[in-house]
């Protein structure tokens, strides 16, 4: 029997987790927000538009990219990851899986993580602030703390 | 309460909590495309050239020589040549056009005693629209409105320089002056003159300009670059020329 089929076992189905909703909307919002500075990397939507801070020079710094891949592109995929994991959970033999709560702390904790040392880049590094960086900052914490009751679920499984 | 009642009624709740779900879920994912959609769309900036290009040749001095072209204001023959490297995104250089150039304007090209030249340097890694502004700026040039677009760029310089793609504007300071729309917005949004102002860029770099505004000031066999973009080092920096016209001459004799 697989973590999921415990989690349903022969419990009524109950209320979807109000938690995974929100973090399903979160990530769709933040999925949005990557994508737009995705385009940009992409040169689909021109010099980025500030009107706080300057995300040009964030977004042609050294730290715009891991590599060759630009650091939205790893927002976007972790947006989309953070989205379907809560859409899984919200489905009614998921809707207790311990897997799901898992890997929903985990990634939004590493998101969040993620995005903080962004966020230090951007405040003692590049001296230069990207609102579209500090809203997706702002989103995957959110995340993260919609997350929490995921740890209930765990230990209320657990024991 | 039986037990099917119980879980009757939890379906019921969680149907009725995943509808909302899903709407709030679709008025995001609306309003996420519709965002996305339109800063894709309106800040488009399509086939218009944003960025330098590849020049050939330009690694051939007198090549390069040709290919950049700087736009002159005066008398051709002045004895005197300011010449101006710079960026129309650039602060520095709104406030060298917006206070400085009207000095050398009245005082020094009006009177016939220099002419003043002015070379793209757009700053394209700090200043993503200024390449565009200076491409927009040649194609003024290409109905003779040149300086009327020049001082229309740097005096709107706030209104512009941060939006993404300012094309509008562009075009708006182009209906302004009077320029033929069609033309000019089909140059606009086109990579024409991004060769010159590229060929401009690269001659910049060669004479080691690494800021703008840039200034050097040229005559009688003299080539300075002055450390500042100030009226008083420019009429010190021809003082220095003429000064040394006379022992030049009289070499020469």
Known sequence: MNDDEQSVGSAPVGAPPTNRMVVAVLALGGFFVALYLFA???????????????????????????????????????????????????RPDHRESRMIGGLLLVGSLGGGLFSAYLTYLEAFVIHAWCQYCVISAIIITLIFFASIPEVARLKARSS | MSRSEERRKAREQGGSDMTKF???????????????????????????????????GLDDQDMLVEMAQGVTKGDEDAPITIIEFGDYACPGCGGFAMSVKPQVELLLVETGKAKFVFYDFPLTSIHPTSFLAARSARCAQDQDKFWEYHDALFRNQTSWRLEASPIAQFLA??????????????CVKS?????????????????????????????????????????????????????????????AN
């Open chain 1, 40 to 90: 940009h990397n992409l040169g689909l939507g021109g010099p980025i538009v500030c009107g706080v801070g300057d995300c040009a020079t964030v977004q042609s710094s050294q730290y715009a990219t891991i590599g060759p891949v630009p650091v939205s592109f790893v927002g976007v995929l972790g947006y989309v990851v953070l989205l379907a994991l809560a859409f899984v959970g919200l």
């Open chain 2, 191 to 251: 990579d024409r003159h991004a060769d010159v102002v590229s060929a401009n860029m690269r001659l910049g770099y060669e004479l080691r300009v690494s800021s703008t505004p840039t200034i050097m000031v040229q005559g009688n066999g003299e080539f300075l670059m002055l450390p500042g973009a100030t009226f008083p080092a420019i009429q010190a920096a021809i003082a220095q020329i003429e000064e040394s016209a006379p022992a030049d001459a009289g070499g």
């Open chain 2, 22 to 56: 899903y709407v709030i879920l679709a008025v995001v994912a609306v309003v996420g495309i519709g965002a996305v959609g339109y800063s894709i769309g309106s800040t488009a900036l399509g086939a218009a050239a944003t960025e330098p290009i590849e020049v050939e």
């Open chain 2, 173 to 186: 300071f182009g209906e302004d002056l009077g320029l033929e729309g069609d033309d000019f917005e089909a």
